[in-house]
């Protein structure tokens, strides 16, 4: 059975950094891709970044490139987002997902974790 983590969410003033991690509970993790989504009160679950089950890929959002950086450990089964430079516009409750390749599109992805609440104070 397959199962992630997120952990890492909290407040943080605009400006602030958090780190998020996604810890998986399987045994091929390195074999997949990872993708991190947000979705904030009343709009639509969106794309942040992937990462190739490699970690040679990265792609980012337009909204969050400069400012993010996503990472991997596969001997830890863990992903990171380092979160730089937060904006009140980041507010939202993130998700890490796991899938067979690296995209944009969520449906992408077979597997979902619970989310993490991330706000930014203005």
């Known amino acids: 059975q397959v199962q992630l983590v997120e952990s890492g969410g909290g407040l943080v003033q605009a400006g602030g950094s958090l780190r998020l991690s996604c810890a998986a509970y399987?045994?091929?993790?390195?074999?997949?891709?990872v993708g991190w989504f947000r979705q904030a009160p009343g709009k639509e679950r969106e794309f942040v970044t992937s990462?190739?089950?490699?970690?040679?890929?990265?792609a980012y959002a337009d909204s969050v490139k400069g400012r993010f950086t996503i990472s991997r450990d596969n001997a830890k089964n863990t992903v990171y987002l380092q979160m730089n430079s937060l904006k009140p516009e980041d507010t939202a409750v993130y998700y890490c997902s796991a899938g067979s390749k690296a995209s944009s599109d969520s449906s992408g992805y077979d597997y979902w974790g619970q989310g993490t609440q991330v706000t930014v104070s203005s």
């Open positions: 990462i190739t089950s490699s970690g040679s890929i990265r």
């Open positions: 399987m045994r091929t993790f390195y074999n997949v891709a």
